[in-house]
T-cell receptor, first 115, second 115 residues
Framework: KAGVTQTPRYLIKTRGQQVTLSCSPI?????VSWYQQTPGQGLQFLFE???????NKGNFPGRFSGRQFSNSRSEMNVSTLELGDSALYLC??????????????FGPGTRLTVL | AQTVTQSQPEMSVQEAETVTLSCTYD???????LFWYKQPPSRQMILVIR????KQQNATENRFSVNFQKAAKSFSLKISDSQLGDTAMYFC????????????WGAGTKLIIKP
């Protein structure tokens, strides 16, 4: 079974631009979570989507948004990029139905650099 | 708010030695999960071991074992017979049902295994 894939793997943008990152979960997984990883702040939860609905959201400004499609693929968008948005963005998928623990499987991440 | 603390930013040991990584957490809940994740230089986050809070027995996965002290809110990872491939960032993480099973992360410990 293919793992979680994220595209692109690397991205360079300039301040003020917007960016869209993509995540394809493991086949059959319906939950997709996004995390931001930076040297200063560590790993922080952005949001989680389940069955095309945002189910959880972390403490990030509204410039960070996401969506999930009917095939469970997810995208996250960052508008009006700031230098501080430079980070590794990780996506994780899990089976996660109505409740209970399900292991999260991580993708390789997208390295975003904002100049 | 839940917090996860890893007090060792970096550790290094010789190959074949045993190493213990520390983690403490803070929660008022009784039902939760604790994890150790490994992130090698290639960046893919991998689950190393999981512990359910209701289980008194410490989890073990081959060379990896935990020392779970619920009253002390301590969750350390022991790696026996360390191998060069164990070189990675290790993250302790916490999850609880009442937060829809979202992961809260420690800052990480960089582990270097020396030949």
């Amino acid at each position: 079974k293919a793992g979680v894939t994220q595209t692109p793997r690397y991205l360079i943008k300039t301040r003020g631009q917007q960016v869209t990152l993509s995540c394809s979960p493991i086949s059959g997984h319906r939950s997709v979570s996004w995390y931001q990883q930076t040297p200063g702040q560590g790993l922080q939860f952005l949001f989680e989507y389940f069955s095309e609905t945002q189910r959880n959201k972390g403490n990030f400004p509204g410039r960070f948004s996401g969506r999930q499609f009917s095939n469970s693929r997810s995208e996250m968008n960052v508008s009006t990029l700031e230098l501080g948005d430079s980070a590794l963005y990780l996506c994780a998928s899990s089976l996660q139905g109505s409740g209970g623990y399900n292991e999260q499987f991580f993708g390789p991440g997208t390295r975003l650099t904002v100049l | 708010a839940q917090t996860v603390t890893q007090s060792q930013p970096e550790m290094s040991v010789q190959e074949a030695e045993t190493v213990t990584l520390s983690c403490t957490y803070d929660t008022s809940e009784n039902n939760y999960y604790l994890f150790w994740y490994k992130q090698p230089p290639s960046r893919q986050m991998i689950l190393v071991i999981r512990q359910e809070a209701y289980k008194q027995q410490n989890a073990t996965e081959n060379r990896f074992s935990v020392n779970f002290q619920k009253a002390a809110k301590s969750f350390s990872l022991k790696i026996s017979d360390s191998q060069l491939g164990d070189t990675a960032m290790y993250f302790c993480a916490f999850m609880k049902p009442s937060s829809n099973y979202q992961l809260i992360w420690g800052a990480g410990t960089k582990l270097i295994i020396k030949p």
